[in-house]
């Protein structure tokens, strides 16, 4: 995906499991070509942000929360140098400078800022992909999610509504657990499409629509007048703890 430059708000830190275990590698490439390259060799490896320009790819920083940046030493619209220092200033992500023959100045500034490495660009693959492996931060465990009778352990990937377990496939576990970390608070369909269907271009797909619909049912959330996945219209999806069911026990 490219980065937009509409602002929206950023989903709480380490809310999200839709990666999957996966590196998630931000990618600041002005060269169409470049980024295209990268992209088909690294979107099964990994998760991918794409922006291209540093604008863009501080505020895709700032909202995904990156494990690594992947940057052009030639950024037009900012330094690279500057792009470095703002990240760095922000959190510990590593910062793999890319320098073409004659970015040499430039990649020295940005390393001196506080980038990581600095890798030849045009990029060579094969060199590159074991260098970004190498930087990828040891995975916290992730806790269990509660919302009223709702619980969610992202560890075992299973969910209980007080005691009685339900079965979710991936991408409506994913979901579930992006607005249960978010309970109460509207997350905008750009927002969980960019989190979970990062590749999906078409904003108008019926993708998440779907999968709302099939875990309101799941949730026993009434389809027609929904309150624990209730829709906020014109603006997205708000999460809200279901009342604990008389009828049954607390898990």
């Known amino acids: 995906m490219v980065a937009s430059r509409a602002a929206v ?10 990666r999957s275990g996966k590196l998630l590698l931000l990618v600041v490439e002005p060269q169409p070509a470049e980024a295209l390259s990268l ?4 979107a099964k490896q990994f998760s991918l942000i794409l922006a291209d320009n540093a604008a863009d790819g501080l505020l895709a920083a700032g909202e995904f929360h990156p494990d690594v940046v992947l940057a ?12 470095v220092s703002t990240l760095r200033r922000h959190s510990p992500v590593s910062v793999v400078i890319g320098a ?11 390393m001196r800022a ?15 992909e074991p260098l970004v492996r190498s930087l990828q931060p040891p995975r916290t465990t992730l806790a269990a999610v509660v919302c009223g009778p ?3 352990n992202p560890e075992s990937q299973r969910v209980f509504i007080g005691d ?3 079965d979710l496939p991936r991408q409506e576990f994913h979901l579930l657990h992006l607005l249960m970390s978010n309970c109460d608070r509207v997350l905008t369909r750009e927002q969980i499409r960019r989190q979970l269907w990062p590749g999906l271009a078409d904003e108008r797909s019926n993708t998440l629509t779907v999968h709302i619909r099939r875990l309101r049912l799941r949730l026993d959330d009434d389809p027609w007048n929904p309150t624990v996945i209730a829709t906020v219209r014109g603006r997205g999806y708000r999460f809200t703890a279901p ?8 898990a």
């Open 9 to 18: 708000p950023a989903v709480s830190g380490n809310s999200y499991l839709g």
């Open 39 to 42: 992209k088909n060799a690294f």
């Open 72 to 83: 052009a030493a030639d950024l037009h619209d900012i330094t690279s140098e500057s792009l």
């Open 100 to 110: 073409g023959p004659d970015d040499g100045p430039a990649a020295a500034a940005a």
């Open 114 to 128: 506080g980038a990581t490495a600095c890798v030849a660009r045009p990029y060579r693959i094969s060199e590159l």
């Open 150 to 152: 709702v619980r969610l």
């Open 164 to 166: 009685r377990a339900i």
């Open 243 to 250: 009342a604990p069911d008389p009828g049954r026990s607390p």
